[in-house]
């Protein structure tokens, strides 16, 4: 209580602010007033920043650890998001809407990963201590959380849930191929290979199956379910090799939910088309790598009254009579009854199958394309792929017994076989997805073992579009245009596969001032330039001529800015002394029309023309392309032809008729 300036029992007196410190806080005021009236709410940055949590502030509220936010986050859909330009807030960190997070907040799935983290604990202490019995227990006690109230709150209808199974089919197809590992595990990617045959039986069954597409990534599938069109990505079937740049963590938080997804969609789909889910599994078909047909599919009917004679008391000495009878049986005799099992399975799917696709009149003669085909499939081939594709379609594959005399199509891909079957037409897998996406049996002659194969077209690609048809393109719509009309006549599909279209020899009519000029085409071919329009601006000895001038004297800045500009200039004119004086017409109008725009709608219209230019660009590379290697097969034709020699023969046989020649003198 003392003080040595004031006395002892004396307070300091408070200092008045000066005038000078006032001033900025009120200026700070005014600042936030202008505009305003009085008596009107002054609104600041603060009420923006009470929009958005960063995520240390997300953490803290929720009480949970980053992981868990991160599996929470995309289990429920929540996604950063960029604050208003108001709020200048810092870039390095990651802000979350505030209603997101109050969202989170009162979601059951919040206690569960708490009690994860309490599980974590008292594992690593059982661990340490060595209580394995208590390990055990823990083992066997773990806390699991049910998806089944996010799969509502995401998926109100049906049709939200097809439109998400782009990127669930493509994720569960993907851990189908991946090996074990120690984050993902085998049940994981045991699980994700049954999903995954329960939805190929399902899309053979139905004949859903619409496009394919074998592309350098993958397999591309598109079927339509309920009238929405699914694409999907399948890898092929390699030896996988994982990165270890990649946080797995999050794509397994990913498959947790399209697992779900999947299965929930599955059950709905089976017993709306009439099926019991899930398809019984045959173990030995399984041991034996049969894939797609060791599932086989069971109607509703048929299950319930499987269940019901399960479910009845059956006395223990009428079961054990036929055990002591089977063991008694020879193993030729068991053979043939599982034979006869197995066509009653499939005469069961056949029937079940026919109800739908004889019935329904929307199955047009695409999806019966291989209904009368027997394949057989080589060891080396996609096996799953195919079989997949072909069944889709009505056709029948085989994979063990190459001596049946039913099979049409033997599938390879070798260049040479020694030991060929009468009667069988052997083919690349090509074939099958190119059949697939004509609609229509095309010819086999194009892909016969060790041939070079046609091009392998996306049907995902509009070429009207684009501004370029290939000539695959229109070759197969010729076929196509041959076989409905056969079809339509005679209600029956062409069948096209030993079809050879007769290309007219246009090599032989071409005369030699033809030919002098072509050969003048490919000396210029790789000497011309350009330019935005497709059009041909210069060739190349007029760069050298003008680099040459460059190196003589170097230009200074303003020099350089006045050549590029004449530059711009002498394209334009070029570009327009090559058309005609009607287009000339309308690239000035366009000219005048693109002066008259301000300069923001210019540059949208820049942008929007730059886009149709390159596109041109594609395809008069493209064109020329086609172009050269026709030029390159004329000029091979011309050289494999035999020369005419009737004049050789004429002279051979006038000497004959003459007698011996003499030899002549020679001048001195």
């Known amino acids: 209580g003392i003080n040595a300036e004031y006395g002892p029992f004396e307070k300091p007196r408070e200092r008045k602010k000066s005038p000078r410190m006032v001033k900025p806080r009120f200026k700070k005021l005014i600042r936030k007033t202008k505009g305003k009236k009085s008596g009107q709410k002054v609104t600041g940055t603060k009420s923006l920043i009470n929009n958005y949590f960063t ?43 505030a209603k997101d997070i109050m969202f989170l907040l009162h979601d059951p799935l919040l206690a569960t990963f708490r009690q994860v983290q309490t599980y974590k604990k008292k594992v690593v202490r059982a661990k340490a201590r060595g209580e394995t019995t208590r390990l055990a227990q823990l083992m066997e006690n773990r806390p699991r959380y049910p998806l089944d109230h996010i799969l509502k709150q995401r998926y109100p209808t049906f049709a939200d849930a097809l439109k998400e199974f782009d990127d669930a089919l493509s994720m569960i197809f993907l851990f189908a191929q991946f090996p074990q590992t120690e984050k993902i595990k085998l049940e994981r990617v045991e699980h994700c290979q049954k999903l995954c045959f329960e939805f190929m ?18 397999i591309y599938y598109q079927v339509i379910i309920n009238g929405q069109p699914i694409v999907w990505l399948t890898p092929y079937n390699f030896t996988q090799k994982l990165p270890k740049n990649i946080d797995y963590r999050v794509m397994l938080a990913f498959l947790d939910l ?101 019935t329904d009149t929307s199955f047009d003669r695409k999806k019966r394309l291989f209904e009368n085909l027997h394949f057989f499939l080589g060891r080396e081939t996609p096996k799953l792929s195919l079989e997949f594709v072909i069944r889709s379609f009505g056709g029948k594959v085989s994979l063990d017994d190459a001596t049946d005399q039913s099979i049409t199509h033997h599938v390879v891909d070798r260049p040479v076989i020694k030991d060929k079957i009468l009667g069988r037409t052997y083919v690349q897998p090509q074939f099958v997805y190119d059949c697939v996406n004509a609609g ?26 684009e501004g370029y048809i290939p000539d695959r393109r229109t070759e197969i719509q010729r076929i196509v245009e041959k076989a409905q009309g056969f079809a339509n006549e005679y209600g029956t599909a062409l069948d096209l596969t030993d079809f050879q279209e007769e290309q007219p020899e246009e090599n032989g009519e071409i005369g030699d001032g033809q030919d002098s000029d072509e050969d003048e085409d490919d000396e210029d071919d790789g000497e011309e330039e350009v330019g935005e329009d497709g059009e041909v601006i210069r060739r190349k000895e007029d760069d050298q001529k003008e680099g040459d001038d460059k190196d003589e004297k170097p230009m200074s800045k303003k020099q350089l800015k006045k050549y590029k500009k ?40 820049d942008k929007l ?13 493209l064109e020329d392309r086609k172009e050269r290697i026709q030029k390159r097969k004329e000029k091979e034709f011309s050289g494999t032809q035999p020369a005419d020699n009737s004049s050789q023969v004429n002279k051979k046989r006038k000497e004959a008729a003459s007698g011996p020649t003499q030899p002549k003198k020679s001048k001195v």
């Open 258 to 358: 399209y697992e779900h997804l999947l299965s929930f969609s599955l059950f709905k789909l089976f017993h709306d088309v009439g099926l019991a889910y899930p398809p019984i599994l045959d173990k030995k078909k399984e041991e034996d790598c049969e894939g797609l047909s060791s599932f086989r599919l069971i109607s509703l009917a048929d299950a319930q009254s499987e269940v019901i004679n399960k479910e009845e008391v059956i006395p223990k000495a009428k079961a054990a009579k036929p055990k002591k009878l089977a063991q008694k049986l020879p193993k030729e005799l068991s053979k043939k009854l599982q034979e006869v099992e197995q066509t009653e399975a499939d005469t069961e799917n056949t029937d079940a199958q026919s109800d739908i696709v004889g």
């Open 55 to 97: 995520r240390a502030q997300a953490l803290r509220k929720l009480q949970i650890t980053l992981k868990a936010f991160r599996r929470l986050c995309i289990l429920k859909g929540i996604y950063p998001r960029e604050p208003s330009k108001n709020l200048k807030a810092n870039k390095q960190k990651t802000y979350y809407h």
């Open 440 to 465: 229509v049996l095309l010819p086999t002659h194009e892909y016969l073992p060790g041939v070079a194969l046609p091009p392998h077209l996306s049907p995902f690609v509009d070429d009207e579009k």
């Open 566 to 605: 004449m530059r711009k200039i002498a394209k334009k004119e070029a570009i327009l002394m090559r058309k005609t004086p009607e287009e000339r017409q309308e690239m000035e109008e366009k000219e005048l029309k693109r002066s008259m725009l301000s300069s923001s709608k210019r540059r949208l219209y």
């Open 609 to 621: 023309t730059s886009q149709e230019n390159r596109q041109k660009l594609k395809n008069k590379i």
């Open 201 to 218: 039986n399902l899309i053979i069954f139905t004949r859903s199956l619409e496009k394919v597409f074998l592309s350098v990534r993958g």
